[in-house]
Structure formats: C-alpha cells, structure tokens
C-alpha cells in the first residue's frame, strides 16, 4: 500500500508537470489559432461519419494526450471508478477490439483538428510550390527554344557564306580584299584612259563602229603597225583583276599568237582577195580586242612600283603642304608674341613714367609738407581736439550735454552712444564756461576753440574708442565714483596708454555721495566748501579708491589743486577732477584744465599747420543730401569744389566736394539741425562732406586732397595704404546673415560683436548701410534655396525697414530683426537661433543616441522580463531616456529601449559617468526577452549607435557631449562597424 502510494505520489506530480505543459500548449493554440471547439452534437456525429484518415488523426492525438498522461474519458478520470479502471486494463490487456476505444475528450478534439489543418496547409503549399516550379520550368524551356532558335539561324547563315565562298572558289571568281582593292584600282586607271581618249566610248559601250572609207595599201606594213599599235596599248592598259584560269588562257593564246607570228604571209596568202571584204569588220573588231585585253591583263611588277612613286608623290606633296601650313602659323604666333611684346614693353614704359611721375610728386609734396611744418609758429594755434572715453553709463555724453546746455544724450537709444558724435565749442563759449572760474585762476585762454569727440562706452564699439582716440590731443576719462574703474574704462585707459595720449580724469557722479548740497554749474572748490563733513568724508574715502585703482593700473594721480609744479611737469602725473554732469559741479574745472594742458604741454603738437591731416569719422545717408562723409579736419584747409581722394574697398575714389556742412557751434554732427554751409573750412574742425560715390568710403580711413601741382596717382597710393586692416574686418562669408547699419562705424562695431564676441560666431554673407528694401530681402532669401533658413535673417541696427521690404520678407519666409540698441538686436537673434536648435533637436531626438556603456547589478535585478527592471551603474558615457540597448557580445542583441531613469526614488532623464540608476527596459518588438536567459550581468550593454545616429549628434547635440564622450563614440564605431 505504501507502494502504491509512493507511486501514485510519483504520478501525480508527473501528471501535474504534464498538465502545466498542456496548459501552456492550450493556450497558445488557442491564442495564435482561436479554433473553436465544435458542439457536442457535432462532435459526436463527425465521430460516426469519420473517414478512416479522421480516425487516424484521432488515435494520434489519443496516443499523444495518453502518452502525457492524460485521461481521454470525459470527465477526467479524476472521479472515475476503479473497476471500470481494472476492466479498462484487463480489455486493452486481452487486445479487445479497436472499436471499444473511448470517447474523445475537447482537449483530443482540438489538438485533432490543429492536425488536420496543419496538414492540409502543408497540401497547400506543396501544390503551390509545385505550380510555380512549373511555371519557372515552362519560362526556362520556352528561353532555352528562343536561345536555340537564334545559334540555329547564326549557323545557317554562316554555312551559307561558307557555301557561297567555296561555289565563288569554284567558278573562279573568289576575290580576296587585297585583289578586289587592285581591280578596283584597275577599273579607276581604265576609265582615265577613257577620258583621254586612248580607247574609244563607243567600243567600250557594244555600239556598232561608224564604216570608214577603205584604204588600200601594204597588208604586211598595216598588221606591223598594228601589231605595234596592240603593244603599246598592252603596256599602258591598267591591270585587271581576273580569275587565276582565265589568266592562265588568256597568256596561252597570247603565247600561241607569237608562235604564228611568222605565218602571217601563209595566212594572207590563204585569205586571198576577201581581205577587203573583212576590212570593215577588222577595224571595227580591233577596239573590241584591246578593251579585252585590257581587261584580262594583271598587274605586274611595273604597275606596283608605279603606285609605289606615286604614293611617294603624295606623301611629299601633303608634308609641303604641312610644312607650309606650320610655317604660316609660326609666322602668325610671332606677330603675336611680338605684338604682345610690345604692348607689354608700353604698358611697362606707361607704369615707369606713372611710377616717375608719383615719385616725382611724392617728393614735392614731401617738401612742401616739410615748409609748411617749418612755417608753423606758436601764436597760431589750432583747436586742441578732446575725446571723452569711460566705461557705458558713466556720464560721458550727458557730461558734454551739460557744456553744450544741450540734450542729445537722451535723444539716444536707450541713452547708449553708438556713434562718434563730433562737437565744436568756440572760444567764446570756453570763456563763459570757465568765467567764475577764470576769476581766481587767472588763466589767459589762447586757443580758438576746442573740438570734443563723444565715443561710445560699451564693449562693442572697440574699433570707434580707438578710432577715436588715435584722433584726439587730450582725453577725459570718465570715473564713476560709486563704482571705479570698469571694464570699458580700464580699456580706454590702455588705448590712451598706447598712444601716449596726456588725459584728465573726471570723477563723475559727484552728487551720489551722501547728503550733497547741490550749487549748480559752479567750480568744484566751491562746491565742496558748502558740504558737510560726513559728505567730504565720504568724497575722499572714494577719491582714495579710484586712486588706489589707478595705482593698480600703473597711474599716478592726484586731485588737480593738490598737485604741485613738479607733477604738472611730470607727465606721468594724472590730475583727477571730480565732477557732476547733471548739477554742473566741476565741469568748468574739467574745461580749465583741458586748456592748460593743451598750452603748456602740448602747445608744439597744437601749432596750426597748412597740410590736410583729414580722417573719416561716419558714413551716413541723410534725407535730401544722400550719402555724407563725417570727416575730422585736424589741421590744413577744405574747400567747395576741391577734389577728393577717399579710400574704399574696391580701390580709391575721387570725388568733387559739393559741399561742406557743420552743426551750428556748440551742438553736434549727429545731431539733425540747420546746417551751416561753408566755403572753406579750417582744421580741427569736423564738417559734413557731401559728394558723388560716397557709400563705399571706409570709416577711419584718411582723407586727402589734389592739388595743382600733386600727382593723382600719388594721392591715390597713399590713402589706400591704411586699408589692409579694415578689410579684414568687413571680409564676408559664403553663408551667414545679413546686416545693416546706419553708419559704417556702427556697422564695423556690428560685425565685431558677431564675429568674435557671441558664442558661437554669427558669420555674415552679406552687409549694408541705410534703409532696408525690398532689393536686399530678396538677396538674403538665397539662404533658404541653399539650405540655412537660419541665415534668411536681416538684422537692422538702427535702420528704417521699407514697408514692401516687410511685407516681401514674410511671402520669402525672411525674417527681419530690428533694434536701437546692439545688444538687443544680438539678444532677438540668438532668442530666435535658442528656438530653432531647440525644435531641430526635438526633431532629431529620435535618431540621435548618445553613447554609453552600462554594467547591470546583479544584486539588483527587480524584474527579469517585460519590463525589465535593473540596476545599473553607468561605465562611460551619457545614458539618456530613449537609448536603445544592446550586447555586442552575444551578437549585437537587441535588449530594448530604456524607458525611465529613477535615482533615489526620483525620475531623472540623464545619467552621466559613474552614477548607479535603476532602469526600465521594454522591448515592443520581442517581449520574451529575459534577463538570465538570453544575457545576463556578465556582458555590458552598449546603446546602439549608427552612422544617422551619430550625424545627428554632431549636427544638433555637439555642444552637449564633451571630448570624452567623442572619444567613446569612436571607440564604439570600431564595435558596431561604422565606416
């Protein structure tokens, strides 16, 4: 009994195993097919009506559910009797009769008809496959009797020339190239002989020969002469191709005739009197003979040797010929060759004179210029020019304003100077200025006037500071007490360094310390004797840190009354004037000091001088003038009507001065106002050019004149000697944006702050100055065509946009950013670029992988299948949302697609080198995969990289990933095999 037990044990847990197997079976079947299970009805009458293949299949699907051990009764054989059991054993033991099987259960019935139909697919499908190997058997027959039919036809009509061949061989009229060449050439010399009448037309055309009157006379005499005649005829009758039999007859008659050459006499003798009566026939018959002859004759050794000489005869001629041809066309390359020698040696003589006579008028100018800075005398001086340089936001242009009583500072952009503005004072309105002043300094003004230059402060505008500064006698360098020397302000410093510039600087915003007590437009002095203690403590705290901050700078300074005699003679020595540019205070100290410098210290350099010493400041259109010239004349004399020498890009340009215009005294060039017309003007003053060809005039570029007795030449060669640095400045790109400005010298600054400031540089195709039309868009639409829609861009610096310029851009997708200011223009352009990259890698976010290298925990596997979940440590690389995985080293499979990066409970999108995640898997594609069946933690997962991916990582995500991560990126081109 314990037997039993133990064995009916054993079997219940085979037959549990046998059980989930056919679970497992069931269900797929069920699944993938969805066969129904036919009624019981049915069942049973399909049973009664089976065939005996039916049958067959039934006992295999019985064998098969028996031999898993399960029960094909119905009802299981869970609860069934056991002597129903024993009988059942004791019948299958005594080979009862097939037809006491039992009855089918579902299960049989299923895996029966899956059978049946499996088998009657596999019918199916070999019938197909026959069918088709059919078809291709009947294709490949029908190409292989095409094939056969056309060798066969080649053939027959190869044994078809073959027989003609041989019947032509045997009839003897075979021709081979060579012997049909020759009676072809035989066939030419014979019709020759008949256009020279050797041989008559009619004969040769069968017609009867005209009767002739009958000549009696010697019968011997007349058959030597013709026997001569026929001689001569043989040995000048062209050679005739004629078969090897004929000719072999035709030489044995000949030979038979000369034999009875001798019984002629016997043959006249025989012919008796009838001689006469054949004589017509005679003559009429012997052109007949000759033409045969001719015909039957073959070439010989002479008639080769005469187409040899012959054909010596026409090479000879054709190289005559040749060489007369060569000899003309040498001739005619030498006259050439000498014609462009010539002009050469008179184009060389025409730039040795030009050459001479610039030389020539380089020395006399140089010696004029040499007289003219002899003559300068210490009683004429010249306006000393002032430039006024500082960090942005400093005062400088509302420091000017508070000179001048006027405002320009707030009629610019954003208050930000982005233009060289050019003032003149005069010396009358020095002397109200420094009035309260000069009443206790004494000071004897001796200059007719001062010449103040406005230069912009922020960092942009690098080249106009320092066009500026190249330009002035004297600087201000404004300070901002409250905040000392600034970025802008230490550069302005160097640049006046580099120059050996002598500057003053104005401690600005003098009225920010603590409790001021305004006194407005009075000296500085006086001002500070009303403040009260705790503000003069304050104002020295500050004066002794922007002191300090010079100091660190390499400068010596002092207040300017503390100075002494021996720091005024140093020029190392800075005097610092504090100032307020909104009450007035210290302004007409700021002035004073200006014109003492420039008469004790730089009175030799202020001495008037009568050469033009003329720079270009601004290139500007202005309504009802066209495009002007802002030019800073330092020293020498314009005049209306005067011929100008400007410097551009494509070369010098002469121009006639149409007019010369200044801003009324004491307001400023930019400034819209009446201006003043001149006739002639004197230096330093800055004047408005205006002029023919003007819009390409280089800003910072030298301005020259041509007198009576200068050389054009030489005047052209000197302006353009200063360019090569401005060329590279405004040399463009193939593709970039394009960019308008209102100046030239704002444009310059532009194109700097693009190029070498923002990050990355914003390169330029293609610049301007004025209004934007309607032209210009549709330039910059090329962009689009060669795809950089990002480059279809105009960025407008404080320029008009025409209203069919507007409406255009949008219909060529264009667009059009305008400002005031620089910095806001540079801000909508790179908010606009920040957009575009984002959407183009939103775009490419499904093509580009970022490489990476993971190694699975194995003490953190959470889930081995659909999804997987593990942890996992990063081991190079970047693994990101999105990355696809897989093993190389199991045949590059693929593992799935990482769905969620979590640390520490958190959801992250990225995870760097280094960093342990857990991570969830899912492949859509193949859901079984399973963690510790197809891979497990002993190979690590690489994300898979292709050549799309990595083209997109390099056009939209370069900046993302660092050299580290490029490298891995080649490490695992070298894996996946990525050319």
Same mark, same amino acid.
């Given at each position: 009994?314990?037997?039993?037990?133990?064995?009916?044990?054993?079997?219940?847990?085979?037959?549990?195993?046998?059980?989930?197997?056919?679970?497992?079976?069931?269900?797929?079947?069920?699944?993938?097919?969805?066969?129904?299970?036919?009624?019981?009805?049915?069942?049973?009458?399909?049973?009664?009506?089976?065939?005996?293949?039916?049958?067959?299949?039934?006992?295999?699907?019985?064998?098969?559910?028996?031999?898993?051990?399960?029960?094909?009764?119905?009802?299981?054989?869970?609860?069934?009797?056991?002597?129903?059991?024993?009988?059942?054993?004791?019948?299958?033991?005594?080979?009862?009769?097939?037809?006491?099987?039992?009855?089918?259960?579902?299960?049989?019935?299923?895996?029966?008809?899956?059978?049946?139909?499996?088998?009657?697919?596999?019918?199916?499908?070999?019938?197909?496959?026959?069918?088709?190997?059919?078809?291709?058997?009947?294709?490949?027959?029908?190409?292989?009797?095409?094939?056969?039919?056309?060798?066969?036809?080649?053939?027959?009509?190869?044994?078809?020339?073959?027989?003609?061949?041989?019947?032509?061989?045997?009839?003897?009229?075979?021709?081979?190239?060579?012997?049909?060449?020759?009676?072809?050439?035989?066939?030419?010399?014979?019709?020759?002989?008949?256009?020279?009448?050797?041989?008559?037309?009619?004969?040769?055309?069968?017609?009867?020969?005209?009767?002739?009157?009958?000549?009696?006379?010697?019968?011997?005499?007349?058959?030597?002469?013709?026997?001569?005649?026929?001689?001569?005829?043989?040995?000048?009758?062209?050679?005739?191709?004629?078969?090897?039999?004929?000719?072999?007859?035709?030489?044995?008659?000949?030979?038979?005739?000369?034999?009875?050459?001798?019984?002629?006499?016997?043959?006249?003798?025989?012919?008796?009197?009838?001689?006469?009566?054949?004589?017509?026939?005679?003559?009429?018959?012997?052109?007949?003979?000759? &033409? %045969?002859?001719?015909?039957?004759?073959?070439?010989? !050794?002479?008639?080769?040797?005469?187409? =040899? /000489? *012959? @054909? $010596? +005869?026409? &090479? %000879?001629?054709?190289?005559?010929?040749?060489?007369? !041809?060569?000899?003309?066309?040498?001739? =005619? /390359? *030498? @006259? $050439? +060759?000498?014609?462009?020698?010539?002009?050469?040696?008179?184009?060389?003589?025409?730039?040795?004179?030009?050459?001479?006579?610039? @030389?020539?008028?380089?020395?006399?100018?140089?010696?004029?210029?040499?007289?003219?800075?002899?003559?300068?005398?210490?009683?004429?001086?010249?306006?000393?020019?002032?430039?006024?340089?500082?960090?942005?936001?400093?005062?400088?242009?509302?420091?000017?304003?508070?000179?001048?009583?006027?405002?320009?500072?707030?009629?610019?952009?954003?208050?930000?100077?982005?233009?060289?503005?050019?003032?003149?004072?005069?010396?009358?309105?020095?002397?109200?200025?420094?009035?309260?002043?000069?009443?206790?300094?004494?000071?004897?003004?001796?200059?007719?006037?001062?010449?103040?230059?406005?230069?912009?402060?922020?960092?942009?505008?690098?080249?106009?500071?320092?066009?500026?500064?190249?330009?002035?006698?004297?600087?201000?360098?404004?300070?901002?007490?409250?905040?000392?020397?600034?970025?802008?302000?230490?550069?302005?410093?160097?640049?006046?360094?580099?120059?050996?510039?002598?500057?003053?600087?104005?401690?600005?915003?003098?009225?920010?310390?603590?409790?001021?007590?305004?006194?407005?437009?009075?000296?500085?002095?006086?001002?500070?004797?009303?403040?009260?203690?705790?503000?003069?403590?304050?104002?020295?705290?500050?004066?002794?840190?922007?002191?300090?901050?010079?100091?660190?700078?390499?400068?010596?300074?002092?207040?300017?009354?503390?100075?002494?005699?021996?720091?005024?003679?140093?020029?190392?020595?800075?005097?610092?004037?504090?100032?307020?540019?909104?009450?007035?205070?210290?302004?007409?100290?700021?002035?004073?000091?200006?014109?003492?410098?420039?008469?004790?210290?730089?009175?030799?350099?202020?001495?008037?001088?009568?050469?033009?010493?003329?720079?270009?400041?601004?290139?500007?259109?202005?309504?009802?003038?066209?495009?002007?010239?802002?030019?800073?004349?330092?020293?020498?004399?314009?005049?209306?009507?005067?011929?100008?020498?400007?410097?551009?890009?494509?070369?010098?340009?002469?121009?006639?001065?149409?007019?010369?215009?200044?801003?009324?005294?004491?307001?400023?060039?930019?400034?819209?106002?009446?201006?003043?017309?001149?006739?002639?003007?004197?230096?330093?003053?800055?004047?408005?050019?205006?002029?023919?060809?003007?819009?390409?005039?280089?800003?910072?570029?030298?301005?020259?004149?041509?007198?009576?007795?200068?050389?054009?030449?030489?005047?052209?060669?000197?302006?353009?000697?200063?360019?090569?640095?401005?060329?590279?400045?405004?040399?463009?790109?193939?593709?970039?944006?394009?960019?308008?400005?209102?100046?030239?010298?704002?444009?310059?600054?532009?194109?700097?702050?693009?190029?070498?400031?923002?990050?990355?540089?914003?390169?330029?195709?293609?610049?301007?100055?004025?209004?934007?039309?309607?032209?210009?868009?549709?330039?910059?639409?090329?962009?689009?065509?060669?795809?950089?829609?990002?480059?279809?861009?105009?960025?407008?610096?404080?320029?008009?946009?025409?209203?069919?310029?507007?409406?255009?851009?949008?219909?060529?997708?264009?667009?059009?950013?305008?400002?005031?200011?620089?910095?806001?223009?540079?801000?909508?352009?790179?908010?606009?670029?920040?957009?575009?990259?984002?959407?183009?890698?939103?775009?490419?976010?499904?093509?580009?992988?970022?490489?990476?290298?993971?190694?699975?925990?194995?003490?953190?596997?959470?889930?081995?299948?659909?999804?997987?979940?593990?942890?996992?440590?990063?081991?190079?690389?970047?693994?990101?949302?999105?990355?696809?995985?897989?093993?190389?080293?199991?045949?590059?499979?693929?593992?799935?697609?990482?769905?969620?990066?979590?640390?520490?409970?958190?959801?992250?999108?990225?995870?760097?080198?280094?960093?342990?995640?857990?991570?969830?898997?899912?492949?859509?594609?193949?859901?079984?995969?399973?963690?510790?069946?197809?891979?497990?933690?002993?190979?690590?997962?690489?994300?898979?990289?292709?050549?799309?991916?990595?083209?997109?990582?390099?056009?939209?995500?370069?900046?993302?990933?660092?050299?580290?991560?490029?490298?891995?990126?080649?490490?695992?081109?070298?894996?996946?095999?990525?050319?």
């Amino acid at each position: 009994k314990k037997g039993k037990n133990k064995k009916k044990g054993g079997g219940a847990k085979e037959k549990v195993a046998d059980d989930d197997d056919w679970d497992i079976l069931l269900a797929a079947e069920t699944q993938n097919d969805k066969v129904e299970t036919a009624p019981k009805e049915e069942a049973a009458k399909e049973e009664e009506t089976a065939t005996p293949h039916d049958d067959a299949g039934a006992d295999a699907a019985a064998a098969f559910l028996a031999a898993q051990g399960i029960d094909t009764a119905d009802g299981g054989g869970g609860g069934a009797d056991k002597k129903k059991k024993k009988k059942k054993k004791k019948g299958a033991a005594g080979g009862g009769d097939s037809n006491d099987k039992a009855p089918m259960s579902k299960a049989g019935k299923v895996v029966a008809e899956r059978m049946r139909l499996q088998r009657e697919e596999e019918d199916r499908i070999r019938a197909a496959e026959e069918a088709e190997a059919a078809r291709i058997a009947e294709l490949e027959a029908a190409d292989e009797a095409e094939r056969k039919k056309i060798e066969d036809e080649k053939e027959r009509k190869k044994q078809k020339q073959k027989e003609k061949i041989e019947r032509q061989k045997r009839e003897g009229t075979y021709l081979t190239k060579a012997q049909k060449e020759k009676k072809r050439m035989a066939e030419q010399r014979l019709e020759a002989m008949r256009a020279a009448g050797m041989i008559p037309t009619i004969a040769m055309d069968g017609q009867k020969p005209k009767k002739e009157k009958i000549v009696y006379g010697n019968k011997k005499k007349d058959r030597d002469e013709d026997n001569e005649e026929k001689a001569t005829v043989e040995e000048v009758a062209p050679p005739t191709e004629v078969p090897a039999e004929k000719e072999l007859k035709s030489t044995e008659e000949i030979t038979k005739k000369e034999d009875s050459g001798d019984d002629w006499e016997a043959a006249a003798d025989d012919s008796g009197d009838d001689w006469d009566a054949d004589s017509d026939s005679d003559a009429g018959g012997k052109f007949d003979d000759l &033409e %045969k002859k001719l015909k039957e004759a073959s070439i010989n !050794e002479n008639d080769d040797e005469d187409l =040899i /000489e *012959a @054909e $010596k +005869r026409r &090479e %000879k001629e054709r190289l005559r010929i040749l060489g007369l !041809e060569r000899a003309e066309r040498e001739r =005619i /390359e *030498a @006259e $050439k +060759r000498d014609k462009f020698l010539a002009e050469q040696e008179l184009v060389s003589r025409q730039e040795q004179e030009k050459d001479q006579k610039r @030389e020539e008028g380089k020395k006399k100018r140089m010696e004029q210029e040499k007289a003219n800075i002899a003559a300068r005398t210490r009683d004429d001086l010249r306006c000393p020019i002032v430039v006024i340089m500082g960090h942005v936001d400093t005062g400088k242009t509302k420091l000017l304003d508070k000179i001048r009583k006027t405002n320009v500072q707030e009629g610019e952009a954003g208050g930000i100077t982005q233009q060289i503005g050019a003032t003149f004072f005069e010396k009358k309105t020095l002397l109200q200025q420094t009035a309260r002043l000069n009443e206790t300094e004494k000071f004897d003004l001796q200059v007719p006037g001062m010449l103040v230059i406005d230069t912009p402060g922020h960092e942009s505008f690098t080249n106009l500071r320092s066009r500026g500064s190249s330009l002035c006698d004297v600087a201000i360098l404004v300070v901002d007490l409250m905040h000392g020397l600034e970025q802008q302000t230490i550069e302005s410093l160097n640049m006046l360094r580099k120059r050996n510039t002598p500057f003053v600087v104005a401690l600005n915003k003098i009225d920010r310390c603590y409790a001021w007590k305004t006194c407005k437009d009075s000296p500085i002095r006086d001002a500070l004797k009303e403040q009260p203690e705790g503000t003069l403590q304050e104002f020295r705290t500050r004066t002794s840190e922007a002191k300090v901050q010079l100091m660190e700078q390499g400068i010596n300074s002092n207040i300017y009354w503390e100075m002494g005699d021996d720091d005024w003679l140093n020029s190392d020595f800075v005097p610092l004037v504090p100032t307020s540019a909104i009450t007035g205070e210290g302004v007409q100290d700021v002035l004073m000091l200006l014109c003492q410098m420039a008469q004790r210290k730089l009175w030799k350099k202020m001495m008037w001088c009568a050469n033009l010493q003329a720079t270009v400041l601004e290139v500007k259109a202005i309504d009802g003038l066209g495009m002007t010239v802002d030019v800073l004349v330092v020293n020498g004399y314009l005049k209306e009507g005067d011929k100008a020498v400007f410097c551009t890009l494509d070369g010098p340009v002469v121009a006639e001065i149409r007019g010369l215009l200044t801003p009324p005294p004491s307001r400023e060039m930019r400034i819209k106002s009446e201006y003043i017309h001149h006739k002639q003007v004197k230096g330093a003053l800055g004047v408005k050019i205006i002029g023919n060809g003007l819009e390409k005039v280089m800003a910072g570029t030298p301005v020259m004149v041509v007198g009576p007795d200068d050389e054009e030449e030489d005047i052209k060669a000197e302006v353009m000697s200063d360019l090569t640095s401005l060329q590279d400045k405004l040399s463009m790109d193939n593709k970039g944006v394009m960019v308008y400005a209102s100046t030239l010298g704002a444009l310059e600054a532009l194109l700097q702050f693009l190029r070498e400031e923002t990050k990355p540089p914003i390169p330029v195709s293609q610049i301007g100055i004025g209004t934007v039309h309607k032209r210009d868009i549709t330039k910059i639409s090329v962009m689009n065509e060669k795809g950089c829609s990002e480059y279809a861009t105009v960025l407008a610096f404080d320029v008009p946009i025409d209203k069919d310029a507007r409406e255009h851009a949008i219909e060529m997708n264009v667009r059009v950013f305008t400002a005031d200011i620089i910095y806001h223009l540079f801000d909508q352009f790179t908010r606009f670029m920040e957009e575009l990259t984002e959407k183009r890698r939103e775009e490419a976010a499904a093509v580009a992988v970022f490489p990476s290298i993971i190694k699975i925990l194995p003490q953190h596997v959470y889930n081995q299948k659909d999804p997987i979940i593990v942890g996992v440590e990063v081991v190079e690389g970047i693994l990101k949302v999105g990355t696809p995985l897989c093993v190389p080293a199991l045949d590059h499979i693929h593992i799935g697609i990482v769905t969620s990066i979590e640390m520490n409970g958190k959801q992250q999108d990225t995870a760097r080198k280094g960093a342990s995640v857990a991570i969830k898997i899912v492949n859509e594609h193949n859901p079984t995969i399973t963690y510790g069946r197809q891979f497990d933690c002993a190979n690590n997962l690489y994300s898979t990289l292709t050549r799309a991916s990595i083209d997109a990582l390099k056009t939209n995500f370069k900046e993302k990933l660092e050299n580290e991560d490029w490298r891995l990126v080649v490490k695992m081109k070298k894996v996946f095999g990525i050319i």
